[in-house]
């Protein structure tokens, strides 16, 4: 019989990768220590043998060649009715084959870590098992990036390699020492340069709320600093989600709090006031993830900025009620955008949420009770 395909996977991709071939290249962080993080908490990190992720490929390639030969790759809105998959493997390659099998993702948190020898070679071995993946991403810290070659990011770019994810979020100095960050803003700026001129494309995930209303003023102003002089493809929010299991809990909780966590109405007036901020770069803004409270803010710099602004206007300017009945709506999972609050049935239902929310929690005490509707996704 022959042995299984078994594939290492990590925890955790970005949503811009839910169809994406899944490589496993390092253990877990080797920072680990940003106090609002919880993903590899307690894991060690560790980088894996060249010749381990090697048979991980190539197990891969098997069962992609098994699927396709099947004949049975299934619509991607279809995978879900699938109930012949036989392992997680399985579903992994079958999973980036109904996406249309062209990208892949290298986990875990900072792949670039390892020896520019090693990574070049699993790269060239990648491509050379999956000729047609035309995408390969991943995370990478921007302290790592700051110090590798520009010869040596120009080969990952040869080899493949096409996206950086850098978790920058913020470029306020007080506040990346605050939440441990490991990177100051001139460590974003650098690796985050070296990437663009390496020929890259970089991604970077900024976290509106973060400063709380203390470091407000200065996270918007120094990311957008940060943001200008980087320039990058893409800018993702991660609105800042908190739980009492977080080091940065105690930051805006309890007798030593030390920053007043933002409402989610002043939240979006800080977005707005960052998307205000953004000067003469080409960026795609993108707000992709359930914690971000207007899931449809997306839009190209600097031509949608108007659009981006008028959007979040859409929500400020409402009535506090119809803010508080959006803001319901949407941590229900029942609406994504402003305009959504003109679907009826999503109106009605939305109406309904809030209803429960102000007999729990009562008026007064209304946005802890969505505060807590929106930890239910974290
Ligand atoms: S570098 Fe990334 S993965 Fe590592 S602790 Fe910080 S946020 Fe988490």
């Known amino acids: 019989m022959d042995e299984p395909d078994t594939i290492e996977a990590g925890p955790i991709r970005p949503p811009s990768e839910a169809g994406s071939y899944l490589l496993r290249l390092t253990r877990n962080c080797p920072w680990n220590r940003c106090s609002f993080c919880r993903t590899y908490k307690n894991e060690k990190f560790s980088l894996r043998e060249p010749e381990e992720i090697e048979r991980d490929i190539d197990a891969m390639a098997k069962i992609r060649a098994r699927l396709l030969a099947s004949g049975t790759i299934p619509d991607w809105r279809e995978l879900r009715l699938r109930d012949d998959v036989s392992s997680q493997e399985e579903w992994m390659v079958l999973n980036a084959l109904a996406a249309g099998g062209h990208t892949a993702f290298l986990q875990d948190a900072d792949s670039l870590v390892m020896k520019p020898d090693n990574l070049r070679r699993i790269l060239a071995h990648f491509k050379k098992r999956f000729p047609e993946v035309i995408r390969i991403t991943t995370y990478a810290r921007s302290r790592t990036l700051a110090r590798l070659s520009p010869e040596d990011l120009r080969t990952y770019r040869e080899l493949g390699l096409t996206r950086v994810h850098i978790g920058m979020e913020t470029g306020h100095d007080p506040l990346l020492e605050l939440i441990k960050k490991g990177a100051t803003a001139e460590f974003h700026i650098r ?188």
């Open 191 to 378: 690796g985050g340069r070296n990437a663009v001129d390496a020929g890259l494309e970089v991604s970077e995930y900024v976290m509106p709320g973060l400063g709380g209303r203390e470091m407000s003023e200065g996270h918007v102003l120094d990311t957008a600093r940060v943001l200008n002089t980087v320039a990058p493809h893409f800018i993702r929010l991660r609105t800042l989600s908190l739980g009492p299991s977080l080091p940065l809990w105690e930051t805006f909780n309890g007798p030593d709090a030390r920053l007043a966590p933002l409402t989610e109405v002043q939240v979006v007036g800080e977005i707005r006031r960052l998307i205000e901020a953004l000067e003469g770069i080409r960026s795609r803004l993108v707000s992709d993830h359930i914690m971000n409270l207007l899931g449809d803010l997306e839009g190209q710099l600097p031509g949608e900025k108007q659009r981006l602004l008028d959007m979040c206007d859409a929500f400020l300017e409402l009535p506090p009620e119809e803010q508080r009945l959006f803001q319901a709506g949407r941590r229900a999972g029942l609406l994504t955008g402003v305009q959504d609050l003109e679907d009826l049935g999503a109106r009605a239902r939305s109406e309904s949420v809030l209803a429960k929310l102000v007999r729990a929690y009562g008026p007064g005490r209304l946005e802890e009770g969505i505060q807590e509707l929106k930890a239910r996704f974290v």
